[in-house]
């Protein structure tokens, strides 16, 4: 074979595949070819699977990087709600401080308001023992003795330089006598010595009511004490009394019962 026919047999190899694989089946290649054609095949695939895994674990990252700002963010949460949950017991202890601090103050109220109490007890038992005194070394009706007790309950209520009295005045043509008035403030009220029954103990009250209504009408303004003074009543009368001085508003002092309240 000469040298021209081998260099087109070599070109011919080169460039026809077909030949080519002819030529190399009837050499015994054939098997080898299909294997590597196989083999091409398989890598093809291996690769495919390949970039499929890559795009896989590349969206896995994805995921693995928004779970942890996810993850950050739940943590900046969690560090917010433990500031918040400190300054909540910062708050709580401030208050519980408070608390404390005014239940002493209360307790020191207390106290001044107990001090007071019996401050006021004792004046109260001094200023009774001087109008007993007073009465006895004067001889004081019970009507005098009943306007200077009113004076005092005035002046324990915050009114001073107040001044008790009897009171003429001229309504509808006839003169009505007003056993206790006090222009300022208005006080009205009715000096009895002895009421024995329930319905001695009817008119003295009706009597006052009248009077206050006069007073109401001439001085054009509400009495800020209406008084029943009574020396001595039955057991009957007096609990006539109490239910109508309840009712009407009245200030009602007995005197058998000098010590009470008011």
């Keep these: 074979m ?3 026919e081998k260099r ?3 070109e011919t190899l080169e460039k026809d595949v077909e030949f080519r694989y002819a030529l190399m089946g009837l050499l015994g290649y054939r098997e080898l070819l299909d294997r590597f054609s196989r083999l091409e095949e398989e890598q093809r695939k291996l690769w495919e699977n390949q970039n499929r895994l890559w795009e896989n674990q590349n969206r ?6 928004a779970l942890r700002e996810g993850q950050n963010k739940l943590w900046e949460e969690v560090k917010s709600l433990r500031e918040e949950t400190k300054k909540l017991w910062e708050n709580q202890n401030r208050l519980w401080e408070e608390v404390k601090a005014l239940r002493e103050s209360q307790n ?3 106290e001044e308001v107990r001090n007071l109490k019996v401050s006021h007890e004792r004046l109260e038992k001094y200023v009774r023992s001087g109008f007993r005194e007073l009465r006895r070394a004067l001889g004081s009706t019970f009507e005098d003795y009943t306007a200077a007790f009113v004076e005092v309950m005035l002046e324990d209520r915050g009114f001073k330089d ?3 009295g009897r009171k003429f005045l001229v309504y509808g043509g006839e003169v009505l006598e007003i056993n206790l008035f006090c222009e300022k403030p208005l006080v009205v009220g009715e000096v009895t010595l002895k009421i024995e029954d329930v319905r001695g103990a009817e008119e003295e009250v009706m009597k006052l009511l009248k009077r206050v209504e006069v007073v109401k009408e001439v001085y054009k303004a509400e009495p800020v004490m209406k ?3 009574v020396g001595r009543a039955s ?3 007096s609990k006539v009394l109490r239910e109508l001085a309840d009712k009407y508003g009245i200030k009602l002092l007995i005197g058998s019962e000098i010590d009470w309240e008011y």
């Design 8 to 10: 087109k047999i070599l």
């Design 60 to 65: 896995l990252w994805e995921e693995v990087r």
């Design 2 to 4: 000469s040298i021209e």
């Design 227 to 229: 008084v029943l003074a």
């Design 108 to 110: 020191k109220l207390w």
């Design 162 to 164: 107040v001044s008790v």
């Design 235 to 237: 057991v009957e009368a």
